[in-house]
């Protein structure tokens, strides 16, 4: 087949499709027989006698019966208890388990990033892909998300993690779970995959190779949500025979190697992502237009704006709005650029103006922020990053920046800030502060959140690296402080704590982990994290984020 991710192999053997089709038909047959007649039953009477006898000798003779006895290697004469004593010549035990293990071992691939990746861990019986088929199921089993939005018929805005882990579905989510963009993912999933020749004949995709069929309710689960409940070949630890030591900052600053990439809307051709050639004369000549339902509406660069309204540096955090369940759309910087305060004092807000909205030059007018909300948290159209003028990836020569909101609201390259007068039940505050819903449960969806940010899951660890693994993540809920911080290393049975007292908002929870695995194996990681609402109420995460590593 042709593949999208390189270094990977999806190739899914018999088709998928007829063996469902073939499992279909047997069921229906049994339930048939369960019934006490056969699919043409209903014509058995109007047999004539000899038809019959012939029907009943053929059935006597077992015709097609025994095939599968024959595939096995028993005898496929005489009643099968009368054959026992030919078993231990050719059913073995260790030897079958031991021979399926190894023809069904996991793949293993180096990802973009150099890392050693086991996404499925190995077991005794290989029974993850013999029976759960885990290979060749979930998104990035033949894809990465990358690439399969740059192939997409339709042009759609792309992120790329600094931080070496793994993109998953769970960055689509938060637009398109409550269907806020208007387009759910579900409608786009479906169709693009059972009307694409790649995943249905290359692939041979079906319906499982998303979707786990929930036994108890019968849900089409998510595959990647319930897969590491799923496997075997994993350690458990409990609690209090785990030798691990936690510690966490809110001070960590991203490298710039790490920063998160997302472009904006204007043609590719207008894009600027070389950060190595930097046009200064694009700084010194931009202009921002203040205007809207402002006293003093005015145009002027940015050296201009500079002079007039000074500069402030402050470390400030982005979580990306849809940076979903243990996803990496998240950084934290140095800063310097024009506190917005002094913009709005000069502009003057006419009476009733109640919202400023920064507009890109591409079009972007996503932010409609609420002036108290951006007075209250500090708001920078920044210019510059770690001492340097703004990178061009990361949206030079301007961007605005605002602590304790979500990255939706980061605009980049911006040409106006324009003050606007919108009724209240207009001024969607959540957006500010990542408050998607999942339409499933009608909960928020990944606040609190929490990432592995040093490794891809399924990372595959070996020498000094294996003897004591070394982990590092955040914690983050957009506007709210973190509490506190669990991790579990048996499946959620018991759980380790980490309090974080005195948490400010406006950073990040930066957190490192130092674990000495107890034996070579796979070993999953859940972190639970806890949040406190504006009202002073607790707010756990709705689903942990697992991350699972392979030591040898």
């Known amino acids: 087949m042709k593949r999208i991710m390189s270094g990977q192999s999806c190739s899914h053997g018999p088709s998928k499709t007829k063996v469902l089709v073939a499992l279909l038909a047997i069921a229906l047959v049994a339930s048939f027989a369960a019934w006490g007649c056969s699919p043409k039953a209903a014509n058995d009477d109007a047999k004539a006698p000899e038809k019959k006898a012939e029907s009943a000798a ?15 290697g028993f005898p496929t004469e005489g009643r099968f208890i009368d054959n026992v004593a030919a078993l231990p010549g050719f059913y073995k035990n260790t030897e079958k388990n031991e021979a399926n293990a190894k023809a069904k071992a996991p793949r293993r691939y180096t990802d973009r990033n150099g890392n050693l990746v086991q996404p499925v861990p190995a077991d005794e019986l290989g029974w993850n892909n013999t ?20 192939s997409l018929p339709t042009y759609h805005r792309l992120i790329f993690f600094g931080y070496p882990t793994e993109q998953g579905y769970q960055n689509c989510i938060a637009c398109h779970s409550d269907s806020y963009s208007g387009h759910k993912l579900a409608d786009a999933i479906h169709t693009l995959h059972m009307n ?4 249905l004949n290359d692939d041979d995709g079906n319906c499982q190779s998303c979707h786990y069929i929930n036994p108890d309710t019968g849900v089409f689960d998510r595959w990647d949500e319930v897969k590491y409940d799923l496997y075997k070949g994993i350690t458990d630890v ?38 190595s050639k930097q046009d200064k004369s694009i700084y010194e000549n931009w202009v921002v237009s203040i205007d809207g339902d402002c006293e003093n509406p005015v145009e002027m660069t940015l050296p201009e704006m500079e002079q007039k309204f000074g500069t402030v540096k402050q470390v400030m955090k982005m979580d990306c709005t849809i940076n979903g369940v243990g996803q990496a759309t998240i950084m934290q910087s140095e800063v310097e650029g024009i506190p917005l305060k002094a913009i709005i004092d000069y502009a003057k807000p006419k009476a009733g103006a109640n919202v400023v909205s920064p507009i890109g030059s591409d079009g972007y007018d996503y932010a409609q922020m609420g002036i108290d909300w951006l007075l209250e948290n500090d708001a920078l159209i920044v210019t510059k990053m770690d001492g340097e003028l703004l990178p061009n990836s990361q949206g030079y020569p301007c961007m605005i920046w605002v602590y304790k909101t979500s990255g939706g609201n980061f605009t980049k390259r911006i040409s106006n800030l324009t003050f606007m007068t919108l009724p209240e039940d207009e001024i969607d505050s959540q957006l500010y502060v990542g408050q998607f819903t999942d339409d499933r449960t009608g909960e928020i969806y990944s606040k609190p959140n929490s990432g592995v940010l040093n490794y891809p899951t399924g990372i595959v660890l070996s020498g000094d690296a294996a003897k004591t693994v070394h982990l590092e993540g955040f914690a983050d809920a957009w506007d709210e402080p973190i509490k506190k911080m669990e991790f579990s290393f048996d499946h959620g049975e018991t759980w380790t704590t980490m309090d974080t007292p005195d948490n400010n908002a406006d950073f990040w929870t930066y957190w490192r982990m130092d674990f000495t695995p107890p034996a070579p194996g796979a070993y999953l990681l859940d972190i639970r994290t806890t949040s406190v ?14 991350f699972m590593f392979t030591v040898e």
């Open 58 to 72: 053929s059935e006597k003779a077992g015709d097609g019966v025994d095939e599968l006895a024959a595939y096995s």
């Open 131 to 150: 029976y759960l088929d885990a290979d060749k199921r979930g998104c990035t089993s033949c894809h990465t998300l990358e690439n399969a939005l740059m």
């Open 196 to 199: 694409s020749t790649m995943f």
């Open 238 to 275: 409990k609690a209090d025979e785990l030798k691990a030591s936690v510690t966490y900052d809110q001070t960590t600053v991203t490298p710039a190697e790490n920063r998160i990439f997302k472009t904006v809307k204007d043609e590719p051709s207008q894009w600027l992502t070389d950060d």
């Open 533 to 546: 609402t504006p009202e002073g109420a607790d707010r756990v995460c709705q689903y942990n984020t697992q």
